[in-house]
């Protein structure tokens, strides 16, 4: 995706995983543990589900806007999904959340974790991890993709967990509360290793 963004800004947090481990329940719970940290707001040119509002859950772009955002370099990461849609986090979402003081916090797939990681110097990355029997049965649960989509985000989770080594971190999502703690310990350490624990 190019080239390294060297900053001296606090360090950008992502959360990665297999599809279906939990991550948005994690990330919910991490900021509100953690004052410090903020969500980056993806780019998806998914349709839009019942609910959701522009700029709040994603920003919704056409794949003609995608692609034009693209052409003008303003994504850190993005990635295209089996199945055709594409998710980015633009540039200018770390900007804002810097400007303000705060700690980027990302929730990505793993590619896109994996761009970040080798993109952004001193980004903590973790690994939300869950078996695929359990996955399946929260997807299925979930009830917001049809069968074949869930058909692609089991074989995408398998391929993911092989990839769990290649982060900083791994927790394993079998219990919420367990994993809550564990994650937002990893982060309070290191943020304070970092000096930013400091900051509203």
């Excluded at 999904?81 to 770390?94: A, D, K, N, V, Y």
Aim: net charge neutral; with cysteine; proline share 4%.
């Amino acid at each position: 995706m190019g080239s390294s963004i060297v900053s001296g800004r606090a360090p950008v947090l992502v959360i990665t995983g297999t599809s279906g481990a939990g991550k948005g329940t994690l990330v919910k719970a991490l900021l509100a543990r953690v004052p410090a940290l903020e969500a980056a707001v993806s780019a998806t040119t998914r349709s839009r589900r019942p609910g959701e509002e522009n700029g709040r859950h994603y920003w919704f772009l056409s794949a003609e806007e995608f692609d034009r955002r693209l052409g003008e370099e303003a994504f850190l990461e993005f990635h295209v999904f089996p199945w055709g849609q594409r998710s980015g986090t633009l540039l200018s979402e770390i900007d804002r959340i810097s400007a303000r003081g705060r700690i980027p916090l990302l929730e990505l797939e793993t590619y896109g974790a994996l761009n970040v990681r080798d993109r952004v110097p001193g980004s903590v990355t973790i690994f939300i991890a869950a078996d695929v029997p359990e996955l399946e049965r929260r997807l299925r649960e979930r009830a917001t993709e049809s069968t074949g989509e869930i058909g692609g985000r089991i074989a995408l989770a398998r391929n993911q967990l092989e990839q769990a080594h290649l982060f900083r971190y791994m927790v394993r999502n079998d219990d919420v509360e367990r994993a809550t703690s564990a994650v937002g310990a990893i982060v309070e350490c290191e943020l304070a290793f970092a000096g930013t624990m400091s900051r509203p």
